[in-house]
């Protein structure tokens, strides 16, 4: 194959590989914007069970934070999936105008500071400001709450629009056949083990060229999910199809993509592992058939929907999410 031939050959793959790159870094800031939520809630349920005091400024604060990041979120998911975002935005007017009769109902003026603790002289569920965090509380996710109604269930159907059409064609794609030949003939198939490796800043400009080995990939998430696998045997896909592999992991220094390339299994881990506390997390899709009990060590929120599972750790220790890595590597390749 002369020059010019082997230069055409990669420049039909380098777009993309680089729209897969492009469309996997979104869908990072599209989760940091749901770990944002998350966060939000858990700092309302503790406001209104420990030992804290807050006005009713506080609750109307919480619910302008909640409405500005479901607003980011909505946003990173039309920029992901286009035909999504006429229906998300219709669903994100109604939770805004959920949000703004929420504190039109609630009592009028600042109101006392109150302390969520203080039971022994007033009733905390006649203060005002109790009484709204309440409600946003029951808005966020309240399980006496219509389905469909809840903040919580919006962000599950904003992640299925997301996720049916991820950055490697949809996970409920046809296509997984086309994706794997576009991986092999891209040259991004591990020399040292049967996995894709994907540079996320680097292949999107220009494809390697030469096989690359896992130790030549300086990423940390990438090496502890590995630490423990066995390596050398993560092959195992449709034997028609190349060397067989069947997963594809995109990475940078401190994030890691994992999807599966499998037909029949679906399967995503996105994490972040910086080192600091407050932005790392591990999250995970898979569908319905994959036993989250025997993958994920225990820590993990897991969410069953109607099409597959969310699961998610925030807000532990380094070394927690180091270990996690280790064990659903163990766990998904052994």
């Not at 946003?75 to 007017?93: I, R």
Request: aromatic share 10%; proline share 3%; with cysteine.
């Amino acid at each position: 194959m002369s020059i010019l031939e082997k230069l055409k050959k990669i420049s039909r793959k380098e777009p993309e590989i680089r729209h897969f790159c492009i469309q996997t870094i979104r869908f990072k800031k599209f989760l940091e914007n749901a770990r944002v939520l998350l966060d939000l809630f858990n700092d309302g349920r503790e406001k209104v069970l420990g030992e804290y005091i807050f006005d009713r400024h506080y609750v109307v604060s919480l619910i302008d934070s909640v409405i500005e990041r479901l607003g980011m979120m909505v946003y990173d998911a039309s920029v992901l999936v286009p035909k999504s975002g006429e229906t998300l935005y219709a669903m994100y007017d109604k939770h805004k105008l959920a949000a703004g009769n929420l504190i039109g109902f609630s009592a009028s003026g600042n109101g006392g500071a109150i302390s969520g603790s203080d039971t022994s002289e007033i009733s905390l569920s006649a203060e005002p400001e109790y009484q709204l965090l309440s409600d946003v509380l029951r808005w966020f996710d309240g399980k006496e709450a219509p389905t469909g109604t809840t903040v919580m269930d919006f962000m599950k159907q904003a992640f299925f629009y997301v996720l049916q059409f991820d950055a490697i064609g949809g996970l409920e794609s046809s296509d997984s056949m086309k994706n794997q030949s576009l991986f092999e003939n891209s040259g991004v198939l591990a020399s040292d083990m049967g996995i894709y490796l994907v540079d996320l800043w680097k292949d999107a400009l220009a494809l390697p060229e030469k096989r690359r080995a896992i130790n030549d990939f300086n990423s940390v998430p990438l090496k502890h999910l590995l630490m423990d696998a066995g390596v050398k045997d993560v092959k195992s896909g449709p034997e028609n199809i190349h060397n067989g592999a069947s997963w594809v992991a995109a990475v940078s220094e401190y994030q890691l993509s994992l999807n599966t390339l499998k037909p029949d299994f679906q399967f995503r881990l996105e994490t972040l592992a910086s080192g600091y506390e407050q932005s790392d997390f591990i999250f995970i899709f898979a569908d319905k058939s994959a036993s989250l009990d025997s993958i994920l060590p225990a820590g993990f929120h897991i969410e069953s929907t109607d099409y597959g599972q969310l699961a998610w750790n925030l807000d532990v220790s380094v070394k927690t999410i180091e270990d996690s890595l280790m064990i659903i590597g163990r766990n998904l390749f052994n």
